[in-house]
């Protein structure tokens, strides 16, 4: 590779939050599809350290392709 063909660190930074963007629209729009109610669980825990972890999950249907 040459010095074209590798973005710089605002370049990367700015396909990163358009990757973000798409995701996070394309995950709206998926729950405001679902049928009836979505359930959420989550988990919390942290390392010896303390450092925090948060995990949330959604549970929800979804009509398939064939119906």
Do not use: C, F
């Amino acid at each position: 590779l040459d010095d074209k063909q590798i973005p710089g660190r605002t370049k990367v930074g700015d396909l990163i939050s358009e990757a973000y963007a798409r995701e996070y629209q394309r995950l709206i729009d998926r729950l405001a599809s679902s049928l009836g109610r979505i359930a959420l669980t989550s988990d919390i825990w942290s390392r010896q350290n303390m450092e925090g972890y948060m995990a949330v999950t959604a549970h929800y249907l979804i009509m398939s392709p064939a119906g």
